[in-house]
């Protein structure tokens, strides 16, 4: 800490010395004169003064006449965005939002709010930092769909390359007196937030509001059961593992039945392997004649004489070997046989390294997602057989018809902080489109476009392009096998739709939207379109 002197009984300044320290002529010399301010001229307290008076007495009016009772929680819907947006949250519609659910709690007393989707918020006594004894406002919403994570502006990005598919998200917010406060760390809040799917396979996340990303955050993940009068659970899970177990081989053989891209099979040379040009009659060898220009890489993987490039032959020969190549060298004194295959070079192996990237990259893309669902279908047996061990009666009476299913699943979790929690798991953003998409209205008109939003109909994620994004809109890419909705936003704020496409419903990359009427845009518009690919007229 940095050395403070204190100067105690200091001896009083002399009349003298203040009075030499005065010189109001200097400062009448530097004063400058400003004009009053628009808001201090006279006649603003006019017409604007009266209305401004006439509100704060309406306002006042009405806090006398309301009586609220103590320790009511009661839910309102608030449909201001509440607190102010976050710097990672941006509703991407002018002036619409989700609307929060609102609940008024006693902080000196343990509270507990249930929703109406079954999740609940525990907050024990002493758990907010609050400034009074007065009621806080504990602010909460929770995102079942992909529309509503849309307008409220929810980033679904894992860093640059993964979008999130989410199981269930909710947004936890809590003020008092206007002003936001935070939760002790010695007294948690506990959640059990209601899930909307299986979450096997799923991670549990927090998102990190100041680096604008999600990060891992500790949850536990439950089954929930009720009563059945038809369903044995250990017949029935014994099936659904037996079900799991032949998908697993049938993802097993797809993996094994993938061909991997060689560049012998796009006639590209190998890192490594020597080459060189030989004369050949294009009369002889038609096939090689018509690729317009091509070498020779040595095609062998036994060992051989790399040397024999450095002697003085006198004949080179080019000749055919069942289904390859051969060169044969030869001088007076020896003779010597490489195997080789052609190679193409110039702008013919431009094009041929372009094509094999590409199926290089989709045999990549399926490798991955088939052995993905194959860890989700493995992660999904050892789930199946925990829960059967640990959560189901260890004896259960056949003749009973009361016997336990599984009919949910929940997500339990502790938090010290107030902000947004999601159940997700991370899906790899889909590959470019090979064709630029160009975007048009109805009428032809060319959208300049801001954002385009793609909305996988087969899974709960969204991928997002353009400005305020990490993939620019020449990045736009769509999963083949999936349609997808795609919502399209121009400069002045514009929407397009197009509620069903796929690949192969491009016109050469352009596509026709239909522009969203001004009294469509709001949330459940949305809804229809991104989740019932509907929309009433």
Not at 188 to 217: A, C, H, S
Not at 353 to 363: D, G, I, P
Request: proline share 4%.
């Amino acid at each position: 800490m940095k050395a403070r002197k204190i100067n105690l009984d200091r001896a009083p300044i002399s009349s003298d010395k203040i009075e030499s320290k005065q010189d109001f002529e200097h400062v009448l010399t530097n004063y400058k004169v400003i004009k009053p301010s628009y808001w201090t001229n006279p006649w603003f307290y006019g017409p604007v003064g009266l209305a401004s008076f006439a509100i704060v007495v309406s306002l006042f009016m009405n806090n006398v006449n309301s009586n609220p009772k103590e320790n009511e929680k009661k839910s309102t819907i608030v449909n201001s965005t509440f607190p102010e947006d976050t710097k990672c949250i941006h509703p991407p519609l002018k002036s619409k939002d989700v609307a929060f659910n609102s609940f008024e709690i006693d902080p000196t007393k343990n509270e507990k709010i249930t929703l109406e989707s079954g999740t609940t918020i525990t907050i024990p006594k002493g758990s907010l930092i609050s400034t009074s004894d007065d009621n806080v406002q504990i602010k909460i919403r929770e995102f079942d769909s992909k529309s509503e994570a849309f307008v409220a502006g929810i980033p679904m990005d894992l860093g640059k390359k993964e979008a999130f598919e989410s199981a269930g998200m909710i947004e936890l917010r809590a003020m008092q007196k206007g002003q936001e406060i935070e939760i002790s760390r010695q007294k948690p809040i506990q959640v059990e937030m209601v899930l909307n799917q299986n979450p096997t396979g799923f991670d549990f996340w927090r998102l990190n509001e100041d680096m604008k990303d999600w990060e891992k955050y500790p949850s536990t993940f439950k089954y929930t059961t009720a009563s059945s009068n038809s369903i044995n659970l250990n017949v029935s899970k014994t099936e659904k593992i037996q079900k799991i177990e032949k998908d697993i081989v049938l993802v097993d053989t797809k993996i094994n039945e993938l061909t991997i891209p060689e560049k012998k099979d796009f006639l590209l040379p190998e890192k490594g392997n020597q080459r060189f040009d030989v004369d050949f009659d294009e009369k002889d060898y038609p096939e090689l004649a018509k690729l317009k220009g091509v070498e020779f890489e040595v095609d062998t993987k036994n060992k051989y004489d790399r040397n024999f490039t450095k002697k003085a032959w006198e004949n080179m020969e080019l000749s055919k070997k069942e289904q390859g190549y051969i060169i044969t060298f030869s001088n007076t004194k020896e003779k010597f046989q490489i195997p080789v295959r052609p190679i193409l070079k110039g702008v013919s192996k431009d094009k041929a390294e372009q094509k094999f990237n590409s199926n290089f990259e989709a045999y990549l893309t399926k490798k991955t997602e088939l052995q993905t669902e194959k860890d989700r279908l493995l992660a999904e047996k050892v789930a199946l057989i925990q829960f059967k061990d640990i959560d189901a009666p260890s004896k259960i009476d056949m003749s009973s018809n009361n016997l336990q299913s599984v009919t949910g699943y929940k997500t339990t979790f502790s938090t010290t902080v107030f902000g947004v929690f999601n159940c997700d798991r991370p899906i790899t953003y889909p590959k470019a489109s090979e064709e630029e998409m160009v975007y048009t209205f109805d009428n032809n008109q060319l959208i300049k476009t801001l954002q385009v939003y793609v909305f996988d109909k087969v899974k709960n994620v969204r991928y997002s392009y353009g400005q305020g994004f990490n993939h620019p809109i020449s990045e736009v890419g769509f999963h083949p096998k999936n349609e997808s909705v795609l919502l399209i936003i121009d400069q002045n704020g514009d929407i397009g739709y197009l509620t069903s496409f796929n690949v192969k419903k491009s016109n050469n990359g352009q596509l026709k939207v239909t522009r969203l009427n001004e009294k469509d845009v709001n949330l459940q518009s949305i809804q229809k379109l991104i989740d019932e690919s509907t929309i009433d007229a």
